[in-house]
């Protein structure tokens, strides 16, 4: 007896989490695929605020350098579910006051668009953080040396600062990654349809809570291990030409 109800629980789940009606697995699927769009999309974007905060950290003018201090420590302070609310709701209202001002009426701001702009400020503070402590971590030869040749700044980043300070870089990188996956979830609370909300969703109307909350935590699993192999590769090429530490006993 207890076999028969473990496969007719089993098909039950499957039958849950099929593809096509009415099962709920295109939904699931659905909301991954709008949880990576907006992860990638904050995940760049934090990098390129990131890449500029450092820089404008270490070798920015005082002003500069305090308002991007305030800027990280306001951030890395506030928990990241009232960023969001603050950010999105605060943020979407004034583009609409500044559109209605110059005359072109309200702006309907696509939810993607959305996610992508406030978990990219967000990632942008640790970002900033992270590649200002990889740059400080490239020998300073190098950078001497570069400007000896007469490399202006923004070559000597391309060229010189940024494949240096990668391999110091790509652990915490990757972390920002990890969590930029995750904190899509949280876009939930101002009813963006990513996976958690999907979930949720699917869960509320057949209640099997375990078995879709148990699938949404695989898909995020599978995304981290994933992502991991990715990062793997990515710090090998980073760290090419250099010497390896096995064997050193450090």
């Known amino acids: 007896m207890e076999l028969i109800l473990e496969t007719l629980g089993l098909a039950k789940s499957a039958e849950l989490l099929s593809l096509s009606p009415p099962g709920w697995g295109g939904n699931l699927l ?41 800027y990280t420590t306001v951030i890395r302070a506030v928990p990241e579910l009232v960023l969001i609310l603050i950010l999105y709701y605060v943020g979407t209202d004034l583009i609409n006051q500044v559109s209605q001002a110059l005359g072109y009426g309200r702006v309907e701001i696509s939810g993607v668009v959305a996610g992508i702009w406030v978990l990219g400020i967000v990632q942008g503070a640790y970002a900033t953080e992270v590649l200002r402590g990889a740059i400080q971590a490239v020998p300073t030869g190098q950078i001497e040396a ?33 969590i930029a996956t995750k904190d899509t979830a949280l876009l939930a609370i101002v009813g963006f349809s990513e996976l958690t909300l999907e979930t949720r969703q699917a869960a509320s109307s057949t209640r099997a809570y375990f078995t879709f909350f148990l699938a949404a935590g695989a898909l995020y699993l599978i995304v981290t291990l994933f992502s991991g192999v990715i990062f793997a590769r990515i710090e090998k090429w980073a760290r090419r030409g250099q010497p390896s530490l096995k064997g050193t006993g450090r």
């Open 146 to 178: 570069a400007r000896a040749y007469g490399m202006p700044p923004m070559l000597l980043m391309r060229r010189v600062t940024i494949p240096a300070m990668m391999s110091y870089a790509t652990p915490g990188l990757a972390n920002l990654w990890l």
């Open 30 to 70: 659905r909301g991954l695929v709008n949880s990576l769009q907006i992860a990638f999309g904050a995940f760049g974007f934090g990098l390129i605020i990131g890449l500029f905060g450092a820089s404008g950290k270490l070798y920015g003018g005082v002003v500069l350098r305090d308002l991007l201090a305030i």
